[in-house]
């Protein structure tokens, strides 16, 4: 439990740990139909098929962006890691639909707190991929970022390591 959290706070080693803000199954970003994130034009990361449809932080920080259509959302971890969550592809054709958005931009959050609601059947119905993309956003701000889990995660695994 401690490790977890000094890993969070950067524990004085440069690396910053992100925590999976979903529960499923995780796959390589090259996994990903969408090229945009599949290429990493918005940067590195994993994506991660759902189980379940919550989202919550997966770090200390400030929601930059909520998207109105409840689709995505991006935090800035106290230690300026820019995380962008997707819940699945081409989704904000749903205008919300679907969605539960429980916070706004500007509002301060910690790990593991509930962001986003979703209904993966109701998407899925209508012919979306629920996968969601992880991405840490300024990647080219860091030495390294390091997507580390494939597999099975919970909501708070370790997913990816970010180098100072």
Do not use: C
């Amino acid at each position: 439990m401690f490790e977890k959290i000094k890993n969070m706070l950067g524990g004085g080693n440069g690396v910053f740990v992100i925590l999976s803000p979903i529960a499923g199954e995780a796959v390589p970003m090259s996994e990903v139909s969408d090229p945009t994130f599949r290429d990493g034009m918005l940067g590195a990361g994993v994506a991660i098929k759902p189980s379940s449809g919550r989202v919550v932080s997966p770090v200390d920080g400030t929601l930059s962006v909520v998207f109105q259509t409840g689709h995505a959302v991006a935090i800035t971890s106290k230690d300026g890691v820019e995380v962008l969550i997707h819940v699945g592809i081409d989704t904000v054709k749903l205008k919300g639909e679907h969605f539960n958005v429980h916070v706004k931009t500007g509002d301060k959050v910690k790990a593991g707190d509930l962001l986003i609601e979703f209904d993966i059947e109701g998407i899925e119905s209508g012919g979306y991929d629920t996968v969601t993309p992880v991405v840490i956003a300024n990647t080219g701000s860091w030495k390294l970022v390091e997507p580390k889990t494939e597999g099975k995660v919970a909501e708070l695994d370790e997913i990816i390591n970010v180098h100072k």
